[in-house]
């Protein structure tokens, strides 16, 4: 009876190898978080400023006749090809299935919107969905007639 008991023989490894095995499932789940969080980043941080890009689209047109006045509008066609040459300068390629769902502009505002598989260290076999972002910016300038008045009022 001096002695440990047989049937308690091993009983440190099992416990040993349960927390091996729990701390190998927390690194998992903590190193996949990170990666999702920081892609997810990355495709905001790249909508954004395609969104800024196509915002500075204007209509050239009206602009020079009229200068900055409210009826100052971005250019449709303008929007999408600052967006796209953006996405292109910024090396959007290095992202792989880079996708650029919607480009809109109603004339004040400009919607990016894109997607990309996410890509995940261990996990990525598991996962078959992608992570979707969406930008906004919007044309604000300080028109020609306010900036008038602005000056008149400071006499």
Do not use: K
């Not at 996405?87 to 109603?106: K, N, Y």
Request: net charge negative.
């Amino acid at each position: 009876m001096n002695g440990p008991a047989a049937d308690e023989t091993g009983s440190v490894t099992v416990l040993g190898i349960g927390l091996v095995a729990v701390c190998l499932l927390a690194m998992v789940v903590l190193v996949d978080g990170s990666a999702a969080f920081l892609q997810r980043c990355h495709l905001l941080a790249l909508a954004d400023a395609a969104a800024l890009s196509g915002a500075q689209g204007i209509d050239l047109g009206v602009y020079y006749a009229e200068g900055a006045s409210d009826r100052t509008r971005l250019d449709p066609g303008a929007v999408v090809s600052r967006v796209r040459g953006h996405l292109a300068r910024a090396d959007a390629g290095a992202t792989p299935g880079l996708v650029v769902e919607r480009v809109s502009s109603d004339g004040r505002e400009v919607l990016v919107e894109l997607s990309a598989p996410l890509r995940l260290p261990f996990l990525s076999d598991a996962f078959d969905t992608r992570v979707a972002v969406a930008a906004a910016a919007s044309l604000s300038f300080r028109g020609s007639d306010d900036a008038g008045a602005a000056a008149g009022s400071r006499g």
